[in-house]
């Protein structure tokens, strides 16, 4: 049973943010009334750029020569934390998160805020979180085809499989938009996004990737994607 799969009467599905989500702008794309857009903590879990998505080949915002194709996901390190946005939705929309987010395992995990909490008493609540995920799953979901026709069509040939030596990076123009979205969030969340996300070799960190490549953060999206990948 997929991780969004739910029955008649229950109560509105809670969104964790870690990449394009950390700006309320995206979110509201597939969820437009969305409520109570907040910051968060997941412990026991890093953020990393290590898989590609073929949705930045279609829109033409991936390099693959110089391997800038990059999305983010989230995957279990223990001793790991990373500031995130959460949300809560009702039924409308789960239908276009699944298809927005195809290629991630939706993983129920404990959300901690950044304040204590008003009731020491109070559990955490759990969120819907983008995990890593395999080619194999892909495939068993959505089929040979789509595969075959979203990715390897695209010059893709591997969702999930590339190496911590693989050299891959993030693509710049969705690095520069979550940047941005950070920051919009306030220091807690921009200084987490820099010091607790990693490239694919799940040891350099983006504070120390884009000191390497500033021109990261001028690279501008094509005029038609200004808005959605905006920050």
Not at 104 to 122: C, G, K, R, T
Request: hydrophobic content about 40%; proline content about 7%.
């Amino acid at each position: 049973m997929l991780a969004t799969d739910r029955t008649v009467g229950q109560a509105p599905v809670t969104i964790v943010g870690l990449g394009s989500l950390l700006s309320e702008r995206s979110s509201r794309t597939t969820f437009p009334n969305l409520a109570n857009f907040r910051l968060g903590r997941i412990y026991g879990y890093r953020r990393v750029f290590a898989h590609s998505a073929a949705i930045f080949v279609e829109r033409g915002i991936a390099d693959l020569p110089s391997l800038q194709f990059c999305s983010l996901s989230a995957e279990p390190c223990e001793g790991a934390s990373f500031v995130c946005t959460v949300f809560e939705v009702e039924d409308e929309g789960m239908d276009r998160f699944r298809e927005r987010e195809e290629e991630f395992e939706l993983v129920h995990v404990l959300v901690s805020p950044l304040q204590p909490a008003p009731s020491p008493s109070s559990p955490a609540p759990t969120g819907l979180l983008c995990c890593r995920s395999t080619d194999e799953a892909y495939v068993r979901t959505w089929g040979e085809e789509r595969f075959a026709r979203k990715w390897r069509a695209n010059g893709l040939e591997t969702i999930w499989g590339y190496t911590p030596d693989s050299g891959v990076r993030p693509c710049a123009v969705y690095l520069r938009h979550c940047v941005l979205a950070a920051e919009r969030m306030g220091e807690a969340c921009h200084a987490s996004f820099l010091d607790d996300t990693f490239l694919v070799d799940r040891t350099t960190t983006i504070r120390q990737y884009l000191a390497l490549h500033p021109e990261v953060m001028s690279t501008l999206p094509p005029p038609a994607l200004a808005e959605r990948y905006g920050g």
